[in-house]
C-alpha cells in the first residue's frame, strides 16, 4: 500500500511561483523505485498529464507546462516536488501526484495511488 500526500497549494497572482510536495508513504523501498506522475483537473475537465519523474529522476513534461514546471524527487524524504514558475491563470486545477510502474506514463490509467490533491488558484 502507497500513500500520498500532496502539500503547497494556495492562492497565486499571474507571474508567480509555487512550489508543490508529494510526500510518498510506503513499506519498504517503493517511494523510491516507482515513478511519480502530477496531473492536474480543472472545474468541468478531465484529468490531465501534467508531468512526470522516473525512478532514475528523468523527467518529461506536458507541452502546456514544458519550460515553466520543473519536477524533482528526494528520495532520502521519499518526497517529490513540483516548481510552477510564470503560473498562468489557466493554470488553475486541483494537482494530484500518483505513482506507477511505468517508465514514462502520461495516462490516467497507468497509475495506481493517488494522492488527495491541492488546489492551485492563479487569479489577479
Known amino acids: 500500500q502507497v500513500q500520498l500526500v500532496e502539500s503547497g497549494g494556495g492562492w497565486v497572482q499571474p507571474g508567480d511561483s509555487l512550489t508543490l510536495s508529494c510526500a510518498c508513504a510506503?513499506?519498504?523501498?517503493?517511494?523510491?523505485?516507482?515513478?511519480l506522475g502530477w496531473f492536474r483537473q480543472a472545474p468541468g475537465k478531465d484529468r490531465e498529464f501534467v508531468g512526470t519523474?522516473?525512478?532514475?529522476?528523468?523527467?518529461f513534461y506536458a507541452d502546456s507546462v514544458k519550460g515553466r514546471f520543473t519536477i524533482s524527487r528526494d528520495n532520502d524524504k521519499n518526497t517529490v516536488y513540483l516548481r510552477m514558475n510564470s503560473l498562468k491563470p489557466e493554470d488553475t486545477a486541483i494537482y494530484y501526484c500518483?505513482?506507477?510502474?511505468?517508465?514514462?506514463?502520461?495516462?490516467?490509467?497507468?497509475?495506481?495511488?493517488w494522492g488527495q490533491g491541492t488546489q492551485v488558484t492563479v487569479s489577479a
Open positions: 500518483a505513482t506507477t510502474l511505468t517508465y514514462v506514463a502520461t495516462t490516467t490509467d497507468k497509475y495506481d495511488y
Open positions: 510506503a513499506s519498504g523501498p517503493t517511494c523510491s523505485v516507482v515513478a
Open positions: 519523474i522516473s525512478w532514475i529522476s528523468e523527467s
